[in-house]
């Protein structure tokens, strides 16, 4: 099973990776990841970097296709008309395509999820609705063959699903305790519905913080206060 990962600057490294680390231990999986050019991808963090062998011009098809998401970086991908080419293409070989986070804005723009139901990281959710979109804050969400996450850790939700789907439930099983992925935090405030209102504004000083860091990657993004508006 082919399984393209679509990296770009910016990018939240573990909605990329969190998927990677269920979907590459599924038997006969062949996990690509593919940027629209070869080369070194930079995190939102500025911290870590990949470097990716392919590029989008030598992956035409995928059994699954996944979009990760960023804190900010997403909007200039969602602008980007050779990519959203590239996406709506490599969608019709699809058996699932797939976000993780604000990656679903990237899969909205291309016109890939107009009337239908999809969740996004809590902060800039209700963006979807510009596209035709109906936002849901459900850490999973399934619509045909589209697969929409929540932010950021969901991604691993989302491929543990994406596994049932395909393999069943004792690769699953056999998956989940390979990774031996048992979340048992200490808190209780990973659901925006859970978390109080001082919590939630602790967390959008975080968000917009490395939002900020991100627009210093992407230097060519213009208009950088009307973005950050965007998911304050």
């Not at 989008?56 to 200039?76: C, E, N, Q």
Request: charged share 25%.
């Amino acid at each position: 099973m082919k399984i393209i990962i679509y990296l770009y600057n910016g990018i939240t490294m573990l909605d990329a990776i969190g998927p990677y680390e269920v979907l590459r231990n599924m038997p006969d999986a062949e996990v690509y990841f593919v940027a629209e050019k070869i080369g070194e991808i930079k995190a939102d963090s500025g911290i870590i970097d990949l470097n990716v062998k392919y590029s989008i011009d030598d992956m035409k098809s995928a059994d699954v296709l996944i979009i990760p998401g960023s804190t900010i970086a997403f909007v200039k991908e969602m602008k980007n008309e050779k990519v959203l080419k590239w996406i709506k293409e490599v969608d019709k070989t699809t058996k699932w395509t797939t976000s993780v986070c604000t990656g679903s804005m990237i899969l909205a723009s291309a016109g890939l999820l107009t009337g239908l139901k999809a969740t996004s990281h809590w902060k800039p959710i209700n963006l979807l609705k510009d596209f035709g979109v109906t936002p849901v804050r459900e850490r999973v969400v399934e619509q045909g063959k589209y697969i929409t996450a929540a932010g950021v850790s969901a991604g691993i939700d989302m491929a543990l699903y994406l596994v049932n789907k395909i393999v069943g439930e004792d690769e699953t099983k056999a998956i989940q305790l390979a990774i031996e992925y048992d979340p048992q935090p200490i808190v209780d405030s990973g659901n925006y519905s859970n978390a109080d209102e001082r919590i939630r504004k602790i967390a959008e000083k975080k968000l917009t913080k490395d939002a900020t860091k991100g627009l210093g990657l992407l230097g060519m993004i213009k208009n950088s206060k009307d973005i950050l508006k965007m998911i304050k």
